[in-house]
């Protein structure tokens, strides 16, 4: 298991390039199913989760081949539709395999998925969703069995904008009989790269990106090239990390509006912010000041993902900012490890108090999840002395090649 060791107290300066959202690129390679045919697809990141996808792909029959930084993936020789218990279990995107396989393959035997412990992540919006579609969905010994002859447009009502559940909904709708109509559907921009991936293939999606979202069934789709979408969560990553050691970045290949809200925060606290054209530099201020109130929330809102890292840069901040954590149950978790390197934070529930101290400095801390995790690579940058974060596995889901970027920006960091 890797851990990141790391000597605190230098200022990050230098120019990053962000890479292929790691949200994007999970549902995108579920649905290369769909087509039947070749699958090309740019700035792929280098991710446990996409080594996790690509032996699904290649357990159901599709082959994958990794050149440079492109994934090629040919389903024309699909299989099979029972996806391996192993794999599903390590990581909460296996379960958009079950409205991709559904429609390409009519039948779909897959668990319950896993992934970080953020809290409960229930399927119930997912099988409603589908079983309104026609599918006839059985549960067993942690086990769904799907089968749908031929699932049929449906308008579909979500209590929640839920993320996955919108991609399922979209996935399994490609072939539907009919016109499939999402409300409440989830806006994030990856939801919008899903349907231009689709599209490109010739399928039938508008509304993308909106709160409503309508597919109209398609009889076939073609070979396509597709280009990612960069990481917005890894972007406002990496501008923490410069703003935490009082330093300066400049992003390349990044899309500012996807960061408005962490943009945004990152003013509040006192950070100079330019963007222009696909770049943003920030430069962080000597004293960070504290943000009043982080609370998370669906896009165009401020992100879940981004909770733990603004956390961390809240520790030493000057003065008391509360977060309130409105999407998952239980993701304070770092909290508990930033305590340990000297963070004064209260925890009640879903809300934390975060009293910035004047100095953090260097213990050994567990990642007990991926943004956690980098929460405390944050940390780490600017506490005084050594850090080890162990669990590096966590942060390797959603980051590839931390130690490399942060080092060729003057970070002090090992992976071992
Ligand atoms: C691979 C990927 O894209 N992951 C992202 C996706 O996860 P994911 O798609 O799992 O997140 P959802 O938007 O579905 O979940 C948000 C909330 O809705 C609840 N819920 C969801 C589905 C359901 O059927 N029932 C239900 O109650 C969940 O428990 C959670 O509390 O969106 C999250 C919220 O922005 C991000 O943190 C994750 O990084
Ligand atoms: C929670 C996350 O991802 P996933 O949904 O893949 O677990 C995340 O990216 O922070």
Redesign the pocket.
Known sequence: MSKYVIVGGNKLSGEVRVGGA??SV??IMAATVLNGKLNVLHDIPELSDVIVMTKILRSIGCSVKREGSSLVVDSSEMNGCEIPEDLVREM??SIIFLGAVLARYGKVIISYPGGCEI?????????RSLREMGANITEKHGFLFCEAKELRGAEIQLD??????T?NIMLAAVFAKGTTIIRNA?R?P?IIDLANFINSMGGKISGAGSATVSIEGVTELEEVEHQIIPDR?VAGTYLAAAAITRGSIMLNNVIPEHLQSILYKLKECGCHVVCKNNTIRLDAPDKLIAIDSIKTL??PGY???MQSQMMALMTVSDGISVFIET???NRFKHSEELMRMGANIKVDGRVAIVKGVNKLTGATVNAKDLRGGAALILAALAAEGKTVVEKGHHIERGYDYLDEVLRSVGADIQRI
């Open positions: 790691k949200n999970l549902p909460r995107s809290g409960p992540r229930p399927i119930d919006l997912h099988l929640f904008p839920s993320v996955g559940a991609e989830a994030e990856e969560i669906p896009y992100p879940t993902d999407i998952f149950e």
